[in-house]
């Protein structure tokens, strides 16, 4: 089997041809030629051909961190001066702690890349994080720029509701919604009688790390979707938007199926038996910020298949390499914390773990299985009891708290004799139904 993949068609490859010779002949940016130096890697001299390509070497997080941010500043000092409402710093949160946070240089108007984000005129952005708020609320200001039209937006912090943001909503009348929809869901288990606020919405724009048909379900459900449209897209911090989620995917696959965008290049690298690789993306543009062969740390597998939409290229997203963390519904399942848990249990030798997103009543919960090899028998109540007074879900409650309070389902237990051996570390997944 092949151990790495262009997803890309051939006509495709040719047209990205040009573009990724004309960077690598002549890349007079700082940020890059220090990169090479130190990856001892030396320029082609000839005609680009794709097997050269797979010798550039990659770019991950940690080597971002240490080339620093002052090569970036000074590579994009010229298009920064020219207009800096169109750029922000934002950072990676470092929650897996696989090195501190990074601080990126980016363009608003380039991280928003997702139909969603150009639909309507009156757009309700509902995000807990206020990074990601304001990105949204300055690329609103951007669209004004030159323009007749009145862009408006309202930002709210969905998880800080009141009756009287109820009210603001409402009069507000937005015809679009930027949100993840762990904000949806919890926005309506909480507020019953929110339903009505979204009834004029047009265009639901989606994003986060995976989401469930159930979420999309739920989401659809409370916003009354039965004619408005609605995208998903899969993007990064670093690479910025990688793919979207049209809706012969949804259709057919649910969730976590993207095409790549096409001025993107998305490779599959380290492919096992299984067909399962690391993601890397390429994004060239603007040339002051462009990403190079970078690892994004996710686990994916390519379909090579023509969608009713046009698009050659499916991505479909398993988890990540090595699983640190999973975000559900306000909660961070930490695959450190497990294993601070499980090493005060010697009888447990192996572990595996399954995060999902279930209906409970009215409310959308996470849950938590664990599968796992023992030594000898176990009393699985008493484990399962032992597991879940220790085990921090957020910063000062352990799962067994939250499941007093019923904000996430009691812990699951399963056992199986022995693992089977695999190439890819995924110890932590998050399961889509």
Not at 26 to 49: A, D, G, R
Not at 208 to 228: E, H, P, R, V, W
Not at 312 to 341: C, H, P, Q
């Amino acid at each position: 089997m092949t151990n790495s993949l262009i997803l890309k068609s051939a006509k495709e490859l040719k047209e990205n041809e040009k573009e990724i010779e004309k960077f690598l002949s002549s890349p007079n940016k700082s940020f890059w030629l220090q990169h090479f130096k130190v990856k001892k890697y030396k320029l082609p001299k000839k005609k680009l051909i794709w097997e050269e390509f797979s010798l550039v070497p990659f770019i991950d997080k940690s080597e971002i961190l240490k080339l620093g941010l002052n090569l970036r500043l000074k590579d994009s000092v010229n298009i920064f001066k020219s207009n800096p409402r169109h750029f922000l710093l934002q950072s990676t949160s470092g929650t897996s702690k696989a090195t501190a946070p990074v601080l990126f240089l980016k363009n608003v108007d380039e991280m928003i890349e997702g139909e969603g984000h150009r639909q309507g005129k009156k757009m309700l952005i509902l995000y807990q994080a206020r990074a990601i708020a304001l990105r949204d609320t300055i690329a609103m200001i951007n669209r004004n720029e030159g323009k007749n039209d009145n862009y408006q937006s309202l930002v709210i912090n969905p998880f800080g509701f009141t009756a009287s943001k109820i009210r603001a909503v409402k009069e507000f009348a937005a015809d679009s919604i930027v949100t993840f929809p762990a904000c949806i869901t919890f926005l309506i288990s909480q507020f019953p009688k929110s339903y009505s606020l979204f009834a004029q919405v047009k265009h639901v724009f989606l994003s986060g790390d995976f989401i469930s048909t159930l979420q999309l379900s739920n989401s659809k459900q409370a916003l009354s979707q039965k004619n408005a449209t609605i995208d998903i897209d899969y993007l990064t911090t670093e690479a910025d938007a990688i793919g979207i989620c049209c809706k012969y995917l949804r259709k057919k696959y649910g969730t976590n199926a993207y095409h790549p965008f096409k001025d993107r290049l998305v490779e599959l690298i380290d492919i096992d038996s299984n067909g399962f690789g690391e993601v890397v993306v390429t994004k060239l543009k603007p040339i002051e910020l462009s990403i190079l062969r970078y690892k994004t740390g996710d686990i994916a597998r390519g379909l090579n298949t023509k969608c009713n939409c046009g698009k050659e290229w499916t991505l479909f997203l398993e988890g990540r390499n090595n699983m640190d963390y999973i975000k559900s519904l306000g909660t961070l399942i930490a695959r450190a914390e497990i294993e601070r848990v499980i090493k005060t249990i010697p009888q447990i030798v192996a572990w595996r773990g399954e995060v999902r997103e279930v209906k409970s009543k009215k409310a959308l919960l996470g849950e938590l299985t664990l599968i796992l090899q023992l030594q000898n028998h176990q009393n699985l109540d008493v484990l399962s009891k032992k597991i879940s007074n220790s085990l921090l879900l957020t910063p000062k409650k352990t799962l067994a708290n939250l499941v007093e309070k019923k904000n996430f389902m009691p812990l699951k237990l399963k056992l199986v004799d022995k693992f089977p051996p695999s190439t890819k570390n995924v110890p932590l997944k998050k399961i889509i139904n």
